[in-house]
C-alpha cells in the first residue's frame, strides 16, 4: 500500500531543511492519525540504500540504528557516522572522517549509564533522520511502551520527540546490521546554487 500525502504549510520555508522537517511532520501526524503498523523510515531523495537495508530494517521490533556515508561534492569530503555495536547492541557511537583520517567515539559505561543522553553526550540529541528507524506503534500505543499516555499532537514537534525516544532507552535499539560493520546507507550533499554564481562580466566602454 502506498499513500501520497500533500500538506499546507503554516509559514514561509527558508530552507529545504525547513520545509523537509515540516513535511515527516505531517506524515508522523497521519500516521498517528491512522493509526499505521509497521516500521518507519525517512527515506531522502539524496541518499542511495544497499537493497538489503530494507531486508535489515523489517526486522525492527522497537528501534535500529546504523552507520551513514555522508559524501560531500562540494567540500569532497567523505565522513561516517553511526552506532558502535557488539553483535546487534549499541555499545555507543563514533563519527569517522575519511579525509584526515581522525575518528571520534564514544562508549557507554554498562555500569552506571542506561540512558544514551549521558554516555553520548553532545551525540545524542544530534542523531540524523537518515540513521534511524522505528516501530510506528510508539506515536499512538504509548502503553505497549511503558510511556505516558500523552503524546504529541500534530502542533507539536513530533520528529524531535521520536529522535528522543529512539534514544531513551539502549536497551530497545538495535543495530543494523548485525555487529554495525557496513554501510547500506549513503547521503550525497551538493553544493548550493550560489556556490556556482559567477561574478557579473565587467562592462568595457570604449572612448
Same mark, same amino acid.
Given at each position: 500500500m502506498y499513500r501520497h500525502l500533500a500538506f499546507r504549510p503554516e509559514e514561509n520555508f527558508t530552507t529545504a531543511a525547513a520545509e523537509a522537517h515540516a513535511q515527516r511532520n505531517a506524515a508522523l501526524?497521519? &500516521?498517528e492519525k491512522h493509526r499505521l503498523s509497521g516500521v518507519?523510515?525517512?527515506?531522502?531523495?539524496?541518499? &542511495?540504500?544497499?537493497?538489503?537495508?530494507f531486508d535489515e530494517i523489517r526486522q525492527i521490533e522497537a528501534f535500529g540504528t546504523w552507520p551513514v556515508?555522508?559524501?560531500?561534492?562540494?567540500?569532497?569530503?567523505v565522513v561516517v557516522e553511526g552506532?558502535?555495536?557488539?553483535?546487534?547492541?549499541? &555499545?555507543?557511537?563514533?563519527?569517522?572522517?575519511?579525509n584526515d583520517g581522525?575518528?571520534?567515539? &564514544?562508549?557507554?559505561n554498562a555500569e552506571v549509564d542506561l540512558n544514551p543522553a549521558g554516555a553520548a553526550g553532545t551525540r545524542a540529541h544530534t542523531i540524523d533522520v537518515s540513521g534511524f528507524a522505528f516501530n510506528s506503534s510508539i506515536l499512538w500505543d504509548p502503553e505497549r511502551w511503558g510511556r505516558p499516555t500523552s503524546l504529541?499532537?500534530?502542533?507539536?514537534?513530533?520528529?524531535?520527540f521520536v529522535q528522543e525516544v529512539v534514544l531513551e532507552d539502549r536497551t530497545k535499539l538495535k543495530g543494523i546490521p548485525s555487529d554495525c560493520s557496513q554501510i547500506m546507507v549513503w547521503q550525497y550533499t551538493m553544493p548550493s546554487p550560489a556556490s556556482h554564481k559567477t561574478s557579473a562580466p565587467k562592462t568595457h566602454h570604449r572612448r
Amino acid at each position: 500500500m502506498y499513500r501520497h500525502l500533500a500538506f499546507r504549510p503554516e509559514e514561509n520555508f527558508t530552507t529545504a531543511a525547513a520545509e523537509a522537517h515540516a513535511q515527516r511532520n505531517a506524515a508522523l501526524a497521519h &500516521v498517528e492519525k491512522h493509526r499505521l503498523s509497521g516500521v518507519v523510515h525517512f527515506a531522502d531523495a539524496a541518499g &542511495v540504500y544497499d537493497a538489503r537495508f530494507f531486508d535489515e530494517i523489517r526486522q525492527i521490533e522497537a528501534f535500529g540504528t546504523w552507520p551513514v556515508a555522508t559524501m560531500s561534492a562540494g567540500e569532497k569530503k567523505v565522513v561516517v557516522e553511526g552506532p558502535l555495536c557488539s553483535a546487534s547492541k549499541v &555499545v555507543g557511537w563514533f563519527s569517522r572522517n575519511f579525509n584526515d583520517g581522525t575518528t571520534r567515539s &564514544v562508549t557507554y559505561n554498562a555500569e552506571v549509564d542506561l540512558n544514551p543522553a549521558g554516555a553520548a553526550g553532545t551525540r545524542a540529541h544530534t542523531i540524523d533522520v537518515s540513521g534511524f528507524a522505528f516501530n510506528s506503534s510508539i506515536l499512538w500505543d504509548p502503553e505497549r511502551w511503558g510511556r505516558p499516555t500523552s503524546l504529541p499532537d500534530t502542533s507539536q514537534d513530533s520528529i524531535k520527540f521520536v529522535q528522543e525516544v529512539v534514544l531513551e532507552d539502549r536497551t530497545k535499539l538495535k543495530g543494523i546490521p548485525s555487529d554495525c560493520s557496513q554501510i547500506m546507507v549513503w547521503q550525497y550533499t551538493m553544493p548550493s546554487p550560489a556556490s556556482h554564481k559567477t561574478s557579473a562580466p565587467k562592462t568595457h566602454h570604449r572612448r
